[in-house]
């Protein structure tokens, strides 16, 4: 689905500093791979690749064959928008927004009907349990809720590859371990998913690990 070849990054500030080295990495449909390191590793840098949001400063970063440096930003950004799903640790919903305004968002974008968006919004909502939370406002709502209603938010699209940057950060153990089996579901319905952390007992929960440490991958097997 996704390809990175021999991408390094570096960021110029003041003098160059590389977040990514040489890196080449394959995401397959349906896989589910997290993404194990310590903070400053590289993490997010990656994510950003993958999910377009970046440029390497070399190598490739193919999405279905395509060669995405050939994209314009607005292809880039129809791109990102149709096809990749994304769930953070600090949820990003719009705080004068309902629930189900905050799902709706990404296809009020894409220049969808009300009708639609509505219905679309709904089912997402439902999905994650949160159908009678609806009318509410994020400050209404606890950790573990926000992060449903982000869930939700990332799906409404219907996209191919969901990106999650350590989407149990904020939360409290039986929050987080709900979480996890939401997208352990999603998973098991297709999806495919890669999620970042820093917490090994939580990377020991994926078929497949890719270990980052000072901008460099190394697949690893988890006993």
Do not use: C
Not at 28 to 40: A, M
Not at 191 to 202: G, R
Request: aromatic share 6%; hydrophobic share 40%; net charge neutral.
């Amino acid at each position: 689905m996704i390809k990175l070849l021999d991408v390094t990054k570096t960021y110029f500030l003041g003098t160059g500093v590389r977040a990514l080295q040489n890196a080449t990495l394959t995401i397959s449909r349906n896989e589910y791979v997290g993404i194990l390191g310590p903070s400053g590793s590289g993490k997010s840098t990656l994510l950003y690749l993958l999910g377009l949001l970046d440029t390497p400063t070399q190598g490739q970063v193919l999405f279905e064959g395509r060669d995405t440096a050939l994209l314009t930003d607005t292809e880039l950004s129809a791109l990102r928008g149709r096809s990749i799903g994304f769930v953070f640790q600090t949820y990003h919903l719009v705080s004068h927004l309902s629930v189900r305004e905050n799902v709706e968002l990404p296809l009020y974008y894409q220049g969808l009907e009300p009708w639609e968006r509505h219905d679309r919004a709904r089912a997402q909502i439902e999905k994650v349990n949160l159908a009678h939370r609806m009318k509410h406002l994020p400050a209404e709502l606890s950790g573990g809720e926000r992060q449903r209603v982000a869930i939700a938010r990332a799906l409404v699209t219907e996209p191919k590859l969901i990106l999650a940057d350590e989407p149990t950060g904020n939360l409290d153990s039986k929050n987080g371990a709900e979480i996890l089996a939401i997208f352990e579901q999603l998973h098991g319905q297709g999806k495919t998913i890669v999620m970042i952390t820093h917490d090994l007992a939580i990377a020991r929960r994926f078929p497949r690990i890719v270990r980052i440490s000072d901008g460099v991958l190394h697949e690893e097997a988890l006993a």
